[in-house]
Structure formats: structure tokens, C-alpha cells
């Protein structure tokens, strides 16, 4: 091994044990699920009261492949709602770039890359949405969680560990920093500190695939009320993309064609 590649690993390695050492020893006060579960609640509540916002977003999706490599696929975007039952969002990926249009009663999903469309009928609210993406065309919207009108109802019901980390800064904004646990994954928020306590960051951690993957979602530009503004959730074909099945319109999801989802472990 060469100087520089020891002086690398020797580095890695001292951090990895700092931390490890930092996490041994923290407070037990900083582990007060109680404390954890009402800072959630209380974004939970603060999130259902807002009629509008809006925010813009940068989420990472990490993927391992057979060689045990593990690659992180970052996008970028932003959304708007209206509740109950008015979205638009954009995502724009190495892979993709998409937008997404919710009126209420009918979805657009538009893939600009290939300039073609899908349009379904969904009635109903934005949790109704959420589901039928997930359950009826397998497109489940990772990070969705934090827009459903109960999201403390949403991720409770299978946690079997909380803590409270204390505090931390996500782009420049001070945070509380929980820590949760559940069978399949754990997963972790960082919680505006203040009168607005929106979410800052969300991270998963897969617990079902080897190594851990992890989707994270980092929010900022964060908007309620009148600072969102008048915006127009029909859709428009001003491209004149060509309308397309849904099973036959190109990587629209985070993670594209190019790689092929392997079996859980």
C-alpha cells in the first residue's frame, strides 16, 4: 500500500472510531423517546395545518450492486401543494427529468427527456395519491411520507426504538435530530428548531439489502401560506409530448432502466 492510500486509510479509520466512540457516550437525556416522539408529533401537526407550501429539495438514492459497490444517483427538484388534493413537483436526475401534475382528480406524470406523458384518473386526495402510486402502478414516491396530511400516524405504527440526538445544522438551519428504529429499516429527521419546525433532512436506511442503502431528502427554500404564491396544478402540454401508457414511459423513477433491482437479503 502506498504512503498516501495508508495515510487515506488511517484517517478513515480514526473518524469512524471518533464517531463510534462520540456515539458510545452519549447523554442519556439526548435518548428520551418521549422527547423524540412529541418533536415529531409536533412537525407532524405543524405539516396538516398548512393549507399551502411549497419547498425545493435534493434527494441521494444509494444503490449496491453485485460487487458490493455502493453508488449514490442524486437529484434535484422542487413541489408545491395545496391540501387536500393539489400537487406539482418536479425532478430532474442525471437519469431523469420529470414533473408531476395532481388536480385532484387527474395525474400527469411527464418524462421531459423523451418529451411523452401518461395521464390516469386518480379522485381523491394527496394520501389517496400516495397509495395508488405505490399499490396499483408500483411507483411508490420515496421520501412521501413527509407530505401525507398525519405523517406522525404515517411512521409510528411500526417504530420499535426512538432517540433524541440533541441538535444539529442542516443548511445553516438548527435542527433537532431524531433517530428512529423499526424491522425493516431506521430512519432519522432533523426538525426545524422554532416556530416553523418543517423537516430539514430525512434519511432511510435499508435493513433488508446488504450494506445499508440509504435514501436521504434535504429540504430548503421552505414556504407556507401567502409566501407560496398562486400556482396552477393543471397540466399544460406546451411540448406537445406525445401521450404514452405509464408502462412504457422511460425512467421516470429514481432509479433508472440501467440498473435492475436484485432480491432483498
Keep these: 500500500m502506498t504512503t498516501t492510500r495508508k495515510r487515506a486509510a488511517a484517517t478513515i479509520s480514526a473518524i469512524a472510531l471518533s464517531l463510534a466512540v462520540g456515539l458510545s457516550t452519549l447523554p442519556e437525556a439526548k435518548a428520551d423517546p418521549a422527547a423524540a416522539r412529541a418533536l415529531l408529533k409536533r412537525m407532524s401537526d405543524y405539516l396538516a395545518s398548512q393549507n399551502a407550501l411549497s419547498f425545493a429539495y435534493d434527494t441521494n438514492l444509494e444503490v449496491v450492486t453485485n460487487e458490493g459497490e ?59 395519491l400516495v397509495d395508488e402510486l405505490r399499490d396499483t402502478y408500483n411507483r411508490p414516491v420515496p421520501g412521501a411520507d413527509l407530505i401525507l396530511s398525519n405523517v406522525y400516524d404515517q411512521l409510528m405504527p411500526e417504530v420499535t426504538a426512538v432517540k433524541d440526538l440533541g441538535s444539529g445544522v442542516i443548511g445553516g438551519v438548527e435542527c433537532d435530530h431524531l433517530a428512529f428504529r423499526a424491522n425493516d429499516v431506521d430512519w432519522q429527521i432533523w426538525i426545524a428548531q422554532g416556530a416553523r419546525p418543517y423537516p430539514c433532512r430525512y434519511v ?46 422511460p425512467d421516470t423513477d429514481d432509479l433508472p432502466t440501467i440498473f435492475q433491482r436484485g432480491a432483498s437479503r
Design 204 to 249: 432511510i436506511t435499508s435493513k433488508k439489502v446488504a450494506n445499508g442503502p440509504q435514501y436521504s431528502i434535504q429540504i430548503r427554500d421552505w414556504k407556507t401560506g401567502s409566501e407560496v404564491g398562486p400556482t396552477d396544478f393543471s397540466f399544460r402540454n406546451a411540448t406537445n409530448a406525445r401521450k404514452s401508457d405509464v408502462k412504457n414511459l
Design 70 to 128: 455502493k453508488l449514490a444517483l442524486a437529484s434535484s427538484g422542487d413541489l408545491t401543494l395545496n391540501r387536500p388534493n393539489k400537487i406539482r413537483a418536479t425532478r430532474h436526475g442525471g437519469f431523469a427529468d420529470v414533473e408531476m401534475v395532481f388536480d385532484g382528480k387527474t395525474l400527469t406524470l411527464l418524462g421531459k427527456n423523451a418529451n411523452m406523458y401518461m395521464q390516469v384518473d386518480v379522485p381523491g386526495t394527496i394520501d389517496h
